[in-house]
T-cell receptor, first 114, second 110 residues
């Protein structure tokens, strides 16, 4: 596709429910990143996938957060038993190999936990 | 760990020049990047410095001093559309991960 796409664009859920967020990277981009951005703040790294290598999960804030990616395609970020502090915009970015500094971001998913 | 500091907000008038400073602490260093984010939008890549000196891209320039762990983004001939948040990001010893600063909100007034 032309750019990174994410769905849904907005998600409102009740505390305790599970949510699944989807990211479709740019074709040919082997690396994929998930970030969390709270209102008025910077981007907080969550997880990084590079090709078929083991993902770097060092930014996941708790075991309620998990992510998967099959090959170099779509990724899903799952948040289980959502809490109000999970409310944020979740951004996905992809990059060409060896180009970690030039990241292409999707429009994000705005998650609101009531 | 890695940390970055940048001012929270800057206000300037159209046509002016704005400099956004960024100081960082990191173990290992591969490069400093700058991203722009309009309200409600996605961050977009602006500039990248791996070596000391100035990189110019149109009205925007970015500078790096590795010995001072310092960089800046220079916005020239400010336009209303430049009102946005600007983030510096560093890639350090962790390899292919970026650590972002808290962002500088630039408000351009007529």
């Amino acid at each position: 596709g032309a750019g990174v796409s994410q769905s849904p664009s907005n998600k409102v859920t009740e505390k305790g429910k599970d949510v699944e967020l989807r990211c479709d990277p740019i074709s040919g981009h082997t690396a994929l990143y998930w970030y969390r951005q709270r209102l008025g703040q910077g981007l907080e790294f969550l997880i990084y996938f590079q090709g078929n290598s083991a993902p770097d999960k060092s930014g996941l804030p708790s075991d309620r957060f998990s992510a998967e990616r099959t090959g170099e395609s779509v990724s899903t970020l799952t948040i289980q038993r959502t809490q109000q502090e999970d409310s944020a915009v979740y951004l996905c970015a992809s990059t060409l190999p060896q180009s970690a500094d030039t990241q292409y971001f999707g429009p994000g998913t705005r998650l609101t936990v009531l | 760990g890695q940390s970055l500091e940048q001012p929270s907000e800057v206000t300037a008038v159209e046509g002016a020049i704005v400099q956004i400073n960024c100081t960082y602490q990191t173990s290992g260093f591969y490069g400093l990047s700058w991203y722009q984010q309009h309200d409600g939008g996605a961050p977009t890549f602006l500039s990248y410095n791996a070596l000391d000196g100035l990189e110019e891209t149109g009205r925007f320039s970015s500078f790096l001093s590795r010995s001072d762990s310092y960089g800046y983004l220079l916005l020239q001939e400010l336009q209303m559309k430049d009102s946005a948040s600007y983030f510096c990001a560093v890639r350090g010893a962790a390899g292919n991960k970026l650590t972002f600063g808290g962002g500088t909100r630039v408000l351009v007034k007529p």
